[in-house]
Nanobody, 120 residues
Framework: QVQLVQSGGGSVQSGGSLSLSCTASSGTFSSYCMAWFRQAPNEERGWVSTINWAGATTYADSVKGRFSVSQARDSSMLYLQMSDLKPEDTAMYYC??????????????WGQGTQVTVSS
């Protein structure tokens, strides 16, 4: 079973930047689509970004132009660089492994979650 381990996150003021990382306990992400989701208190978990095996990326409208997803050349690490953060970005962030076609409901493995808090 694959375990995803996240790091990064923390607290920052509005307009600041943070980064998140995600690595697999075994293997790489090379054959899969990887995604970042987030869940704010009292809200459902929502999709933030995906990156597929070919490096193609997608972003939710709410983060487009501010967040950037990437992965290491050897597909061993997944990153989310967040800039111009806003209080509404405050949430627990999760990385996930999706099917190669990036179906958002296909998440099989999840990271443990990393808190991002943005103060105004």
């Amino acid at each position: 079973q694959v375990q995803l381990v996240q790091s990064g996150g923390g607290s920052v003021q509005s307009g600041g930047s943070l980064s998140l990382s995600c690595t697999a306990s075994s293997g790489t992400f090379s054959s899969y689509c990887m995604a970042w989701f987030r869940q704010a208190p009292n809200e459902e978990r929502g999709w933030v970004s995906t990156i597929n095996w070919a490096g193609a990326t997608t972003y939710a409208d709410s983060v487009k132009g501010r967040f950037s997803v990437s992965q290491a050349r050897d597909s061993s690490m997944l990153y989310l660089q967040m800039s111009d953060l806003k209080p509404e970005d405050t949430a627990m962030y999760y990385c996930a492994v999706l099917s190669p076609a990036c179906h958002l409901d296909s998440a099989r493995y999840w990271g443990q979650g990393t808190q991002v808090t943005v103060s105004s």
